[in-house]
């Protein structure tokens, strides 16, 4: 009689995938990211319509910034469930200070959903996620935070096979959370006039980067991008998730959290792109980055900053990404420090991005620029902030998730 425990052949070829994951973890092996594909884009034409709230009341939460805070009556279960929207509007005085040539008079605009999220999955919005949002309301910008359909319910543990099969499909049926991001622009402009509708750009970190990606690839009222160390193309790992979803519909489910990458809607990303990584990036390589990079073929501007830590990318970038969205609203008063124009695949290396950073408008392309770490003077950009904290502690989450052999969320935020 054999002395080992029986196993059935389902169970063991269920759990083919993760010791294949945990053999290529041991022996130090980087998950591979999945080979892009040009996916069809999303069709935002039939996103049904729902009723407005009457402009909230807003608090001050720091110098110069006022912030108004709203949920939209969105039935629970419906894709855009996820409601939740606040916007900062940075003080008549702030805001004339800082952008003084604006010929419209109205304020120039940035959306983002908060970063952490798993690639198959959205993400709430909270004080944290706002909060280095503020010195961008400071420099003069108006900024609209809103939530994506599928959170995770707890980050203090790893989700169960129920749970992610839950976040999927309602990410998938969001429209890998479009249908939120527009519903929030949608209601920002119509109740705030004093937002420039002309001048709204989506910036974001990490899986925020992603949605800012690709909510300026298939939104025509955004006008350009900031992405932050984004998470552009899905790897081995997070297919390995979603393909333990026990339903019919897991073959429908890969090709939309696929469909949601931004690398797959590459030809139709011709707005201009600012995208910012660092070499020491654990969570998003400079080389995912890089690939995007290569994928996109103009419009195109890519920054290395020297920092620490995927959480720091943010604050490193700060100063350009300033001066970046001063060139692209008032381009006859750009300072030509910083190079941005059209690039192309042969343009993007890695021997011109490393450059020296003391000569960019003369040793690099026109696209490629690169930048020293930035101490920023704002509160709201410091390492101390509870932004950082949080990161730091999904950080340490998803290294316990390491340990224990799996790389389950190659993106979430941390050191």
């Keep these: 009689m054999s002395l080992l ?100 008079g109205k304020t120039p605009a940035l959306i983002f959903n908060g970063p952490g999220a798993y690639l198959f999955s959205g993400m709430s919005l909270t004080d944290d996620d706002m909060e280095p949002m503020i010195a961008y309301a400071q420099a003069g910008y108006a900024v609209i935070g809103y939530a994506t359909d599928g959170c995770q319910p707890s980050f203090e543990r790893e989700p169960s096979k129920d749970e992610i099969a839950t976040m999927v499909r309602a990410y998938v049926a969001s429209k890998a959370g479009l249908i939120n991001a527009t519903r929030a622009l949608d209601f920002a402009l119509a109740t705030f006039p004093e937002i420039d509708s002309q001048q709204v750009y989506s910036i974001g970190q990490s899986s925020g980067g992603k949605q800012a990606l690709l909510l300026a690839q298939h939104d025509d009222r955004i006008q350009g991008c900031i992405a932050f160390a984004p998470a552009c193309m899905m790897d081995f790992a997070s297919c390995v998730e979603v393909s333990r979803i026990a339903a019919d519909d897991v073959a429908f489910l890969m090709k939309e959290v696929k469909r949601s990458m931004p690398i797959a809607h590459a030809e139709i990303n011709t707005k201009p792109t600012m995208l910012v990584c660092s070499p020491n990036d654990r969570i998003v390589r400079k080389s ?61 290396t890695d021997d011109n991005i490393a450059a020296s950073p003391t000569s960019v408008t003369s040793s690099l392309p026109a696209a490629v620029a690169t930048t020293t770490p930035i101490q920023s003077n704002s509160a709201a950009m410091t390492s101390t902030s509870e932004a950082d904290k949080e990161m730091q502690r999904k950080q340490q989450q998803q290294e316990m998730l390491m340990r224990a052999g799996i790389k389950t969320n190659p993106f979430l935020t941390g050191n």
Aim: charged letters at 15%; glycine letters at 6%; aromatic letters at 6%.
């Design 288 to 348: 995912e980055v890089m690939a995007m990079a290569h994928a996109v073929e103009e419009n195109l501007a890519v920054f290395e900053v020297d920092c620490e830590s995927h959480g720091q990318v943010p604050s490193a970038g700060f100063d350009e990404s300033l001066q970046w969205l001063s060139q692209q609203i008032n381009p006859q008063d750009f300072n030509a420090s910083i190079a941005v124009g059209k690039a192309t695949a042969n343009d993007v």
């Design 5 to 104: 425990p029986t196993v059935s052949i389902n169970k063991l070829v269920g759990f083919l995938p993760i010791l294949a994951c945990i053999s290529m973890a041991g022996c130090g092996f980087e998950m591979p990211a999945m080979a892009p594909d040009s996916m069809d884009r999303f069709d935002l034409s039939d996103v049904p319509t729902v009723s407005f709230p009457d402009r909230p009341d807003g608090q001050w939460i720091a110098d110069g910034v006022m912030e108004y805070a709203v949920t939209l009556p969105v039935p629970a279960g419906q894709p855009g469930h996820a409601s939740e929207i606040r916007i900062l509007l940075p003080s008549k005085t702030e805001q004339q200070s800082n952008n003084p040539e604006q010929q419209s």
